[in-house]
């Protein structure tokens, strides 16, 4: 059985630098499929207003409706409280036996202030995307010692560069799937007062 890579952020909204980077890291770890999961609070974003989790889960969805080999689970948005990911590693677990975890090249530095970063790494193998443009650390912890690297296309699309191409009516198309694009239009979606 070939693991699967599981794959969590705010997908505000998801665009095609996450479908681009998820189907990288997909052919190159050999994945069954990965798993995207919206998160409800993010423990690193508590801050940041986020669009409805309902509203992000529609457009992943719709985002992702015709790919084998994409899934999402709606795990963290049915939790009240801060997403972590530990907790959803293990929810998981009783379903998948092998699971990869994939960040961003960014998260590896911080890796260490989540919450029970050793056991994260007990129930995955821990993936991080890295860029063309990353720049090797003077100082490595045993996360990133222990992490896995995967070089994957330079995307530079990101969810608060269409969310203010959206307030400044510029359009987003070639950034989001159209079923996303058009979702945004019919719900009225990153209009200044929504956000």
């Known amino acids: 059985m070939m693991p699967v890579g599981i794959l969590g952020g705010t997908f505000d909204p998801i665009h095609y630098g996450h479908l681009i980077t998820a189907q990288a890291v997909k052919e190159i770890r050999n994945l069954e499929k990965i798993i995207f999961i919206p998160a409800n609070i993010s423990p690193h ?3 940041i207003k986020s669009l409805s989790g309902e509203h992000r889960l529609k457009m992943l969805q719709l985002a992702i409706e015709n790919i084998s080999y994409f899934e999402y689970s709606d795990v963290e948005l049915k939790r009240d409280s801060v997403s972590y990911t530990i907790d959803t590693l ?9 699971m990869e ?3 961003g090249y960014d998260n590896i530095f911080d890796f260490n202030t989540w919450k029970n970063p050793d ?5 995955v193998k821990l ?9 090797e650390p003077k100082k490595k912890d045993k996360y990133f010692n222990s992490a896995i690297f995967v070089d994957t296309p330079t995307i530079e699309i990101s969810s608060s560069e269409i969310r203010q191409r959206v307030i400044n009516k510029l359009p987003i198309n070639f950034l989001v799937p159209p079923k996303v694009n058009e979702y ?8 200044e007062e929504n956000i």
């Open 101 to 103: 975890l994939i960040i």
């Open 45 to 47: 974003k508590i801050e």
């Open 90 to 98: 293990k929810k998981l677990r009783s379903k998948y036996d092998r």
């Open 127 to 135: 993936v991080v995307v890295r860029r063309k443009t990353s720049i």
């Open 184 to 191: 945004i239009e019919k719900f009225n979606l990153y209009k």
């Open 119 to 123: 056991e994260i790494l007990e129930l």
